[in-house]
């Protein structure tokens, strides 16, 4: 008699906690005045597929955008950049190139004639000036399989550039107050913005065209001094 009492009262004890587990589940999921109710869950069902977005999707943009189109293409992808700033010594002109941690891993020299010298920084020649024919200029460099190839057009204004034998042709134009938009033929995949509190260029562009920061670097060195 006594095993039967203790068997009643366990299942009653039983029913009760399962009673209670179903007030506090349906005033979780159903009475919580949060719009997403079952976020928590979803975020267990699509980790991964949440991880893949993250990579591509910013909240932040570094820098605004000229029309509907580069806000399309910009907004959605991670920003790559790097920084030049430049010296002057009597006849010749250096520019430093500056990774995300301000460290400098390139340097610049121009001489009279805007002929470049390109050097690591333990004063390695790792790329020069070959020749200059009408607009278009050509420079060897050891980080890139081809030349660079940069045409002056738009009355020095703006300058296109592109590796040979590559199918890509970028376009670097002025647009105001020391600020430049680099553009793939007509889309616009970044920016150069010039910092005057610290004398400073930031080039931007999005993570998909990473690989030609230098190219832009060197283009823009050379838009400036034409």
């Keep these: 008699m006594k095993l039967k009492f203790n068997i009643k009262i366990y299942i009653i004890l039983l029913i009760i906690f399962y009673i209670y587990l179903t007030i506090c589940i349906y005033k979780y999921f159903c009475c919580n005045e949060k719009k997403e109710n079952f976020i928590g869950f979803l975020e267990l069902l699509s980790y991964s597929t949440k991880m893949d977005t993250k990579t591509y999707v910013t909240t932040k943009t570094d820098t605004k955008t000229d029309t509907k189109t580069d806000t399309k293409t910009n907004n959605k992808k991670i920003k790559k950049y790097i920084y030049i700033s430049k010296t002057n010594n009597n006849s010749t002109i250096k520019y430093y190139f500056y990774n995300k941690n301000n460290e400098i891993y390139l340097i610049t020299i121009l001489n009279d004639s805007n002929k470049i010298v390109i050097k690591d920084t333990l004063n390695n020649i790792i790329g ?13 460099v050891d980080f890139y ?8 057009y738009n009355k020095f204004h703006s300058i296109k550039l592109e590796l040979e034998d590559d199918d890509k042709v970028f376009y670097i134009n002025k647009k105001n107050n020391n600020n430049y938009s680099i ?27 990473k690989i030609y920061l230098n190219l832009f670097g060197i283009g823009f060195i050379m838009l400036l001094h034409y």
Excluded: A, F, P
């Design 145 to 152: 399989t081809n030349n660079i190839i940069l045409e002056y």
């Design 183 to 209: 553009k793939l033929y007509t889309l616009n995949i970044g920016n150069i913005i010039y910092d005057n509190n610290n004398d400073i260029y930031k080039i931007i562009v999005i993570e998909d065209y």
């Design 128 to 140: 020069n000036y070959i020749n200059k024919i009408y607009n278009k200029i050509t420079i060897k």
